[in-house]
């Protein structure tokens, strides 16, 4: 079968009434009409005119052509960032993921050896994440950030806690790595100037650990080397469900100030995410690296 496409532009008078039927003649299967934002007039007039008794679909849209649909779009832009985010996934980790094994954190984390050197070296430098991001988001005068504020889902506090109990414990903290370091000056560098890059950090930072993934960590974590001691870290002033349900609220809002080219900004940056955490998740499964 051919398939022609037409694309159809018209320049219509402000009128309440937009006559359309002079155009049902055409023989093609599609056709878009785009019309200026001011004229006021129901957006669906023409689809309905032109579809009376004619095979030509008409779409009317507010200035211009509509873009293809993304993956999880009409849920949202937290479900376009979730669908990335699962395919960055390795294939061992996730029935999503579409990335081969290429790390020793790519492994199922049932699998993974703990011990507490290497889990106070990621505590450590996540505290030094969380820090960073919580202390973005407080000093920021930055209007989108301010949604953002206590969450419920901070947890530089709880991991200081934390700390705090490793080292009465007789532990010595390590200081973070180089990388860990770099890592928070990159997230402040961004925040100022490049908030849809920014967003996918706190975005993939926030969810990761608060989803199942992160709370397996802390699971496997407690039962294999802390006597089944549930951290400060794994823990939520409330239902974890409905707090980040509330953060993916709160951030669909401010993603519907952004165009599709900063929606496409912010995805593309889910690698570079999932790279520079995949550091910290390293520094727990392989302390001397």
Known sequence: ????????????PASPRLDCESYAGLKA???RVSYPLTIATRRHHLVQIANEDRTL???ATAGEIPNKRYPGEPKGFVEEMRSVAMKM???TQSKEG????TAPQDSPVATWEFTVEGYLKFLVENKLVFDTLEGIIHDSTVPTYAAFKNTGLERANNLAKDLEWFKEQGYELPEPKAHCKTYSLYLKDIA???PPAFICHFYNIYFG???GGGRMIGSKVSERILDNKKLEFYKWDGDISELLTNLSEELNKVSELWTREEKNHC???TEKAFKCYGHLLRSLVSPDL
Do not use: I, Q
């Open 1 to 12: 079968m051919t398939t022609v496409r037409f694309t159809v532009t018209f320049r219509f």
């Open 29 to 31: 299967r599609t056709a």
């Open 57 to 59: 679909v008409v779409r």
């Open 89 to 91: 996934h390795p294939r």
């Open 98 to 101: 579409k990335r081969e094994s």
């Open 192 to 194: 100022e100037n490049d």
């Open 209 to 211: 650990h608060s989803a």
């Open 267 to 269: 995805l593309e940056e």
